[in-house]
């Protein structure tokens, strides 16, 4: 009897432990089919944002080398036709006391401006330009541009030793300093705007611009689909995530906005 209790005994331990090993290996199929899982949907996204990347990248690319082929035949056509007519101008054998002299004359002055102007605008949308000369240059060109229309005061300062980012970089600086101007001289009301570059001790650049104008609702204004400047801040922290800057937006109605830019210089 005794027997026979010990062998229903070990019959019952052999299959508790049968029984457990079965429930282990259920849990660790259970485990392994789950972490499997999960590293699949990690490469998805992975493979979904390096595609957004990518595709977001040549986007971008194309708007490059379209203000390129714009600023070339800018200078190269209508910048010669209106040399062309200058000195057309400049050679009409009309005397000071011809009726037409002195509208001539206003006509060459604002032929010159726009000359000028559209030399201008093709340096600030030619992309080798900007990467030729460096950021801080580019900037300073732009700003002296801005200020010579009387618009509103305008500081600009430069901190630390320069660091030469490579041209994709610059560019996509640029253009992100060049969303932050067109947004508030569309917008802000502003009548000063300081406009900071920094390059500090621990490895760090920062564009900051801060302006005095009405503010706005950056949450608000970032979901509005038709606004032109809300496609403008997206457009903005697009470019910052393809080159690894953190945009910072600080902004209330009627205390001005201030945005940073901040991207490891390493």
Do not use: C
């Not at 330009?129 to 801005?146: K, S, V």
């Not at 009387?150 to 610059?170: A, N, R």
């Amino acid at each position: 009897m005794q027997v026979q209790n010990q062998q229903i005994y070990f019959v019952i331990l052999i299959g508790t432990i049968l029984a457990l090993l079965l429930v282990g290996f259920i849990f660790a199929i259970f485990f392994l089919y789950q972490r499997k899982k999960q590293k699949q949907e990690n490469e998805l996204v992975k493979m979904k944002e390096q595609y957004e990347q990518e595709l977001l990248r040549s986007q971008l690319e194309i708007q490059e080398a379209t203000l390129k082929s714009i600023a070339q035949e800018l200078h190269d056509n209508i910048g010669q036709v209106l040399s062309v007519i200058k000195i057309w101008m400049a050679s009409a054998p009309i005397d000071k006391d011809h009726p037409a002299y002195e509208g001539v004359q206003n006509s060459r002055e604002m032929l010159n401006k726009v000359i000028y102007d559209m030399a201008d605008l093709t340096k600030s949308l030619h992309t080798d330009r900007i990467a030729d000369i460096g950021l801080p240059e580019a900037i300073r060109f732009d700003l002296g541009t801005l200020r010579k229309t009387g618009l509103l005061k305008i500081d600009f300062s430069v901190s630390g030793t320069e660091y030469p980012f490579d041209d994709q970089k610059s560019i996509f600086l640029f253009r992100m300093y060049q969303e932050i101007m067109n947004n508030m001289l569309k917008h802000s009301k502003a009548s000063h705007v300081d406009v900071a570059i920094v390059y500090s001790d621990d490895d760090k650049f920062a564009l900051n611009v801060a302006d005095n104008g009405v503010g706005f609702n950056f949450a608000k204004k970032i979901n509005e689909p038709n606004s032109s400047s809300g496609l403008g801040l997206r457009n903005m922290m697009n470019r910052a995530r393809l080159i690894g800057a953190e945009i910072s937006i600080e902004s209330q109605p009627e205390k001005g906005t201030r945005i940073s830019v901040e991207l490891p210089l390493k």
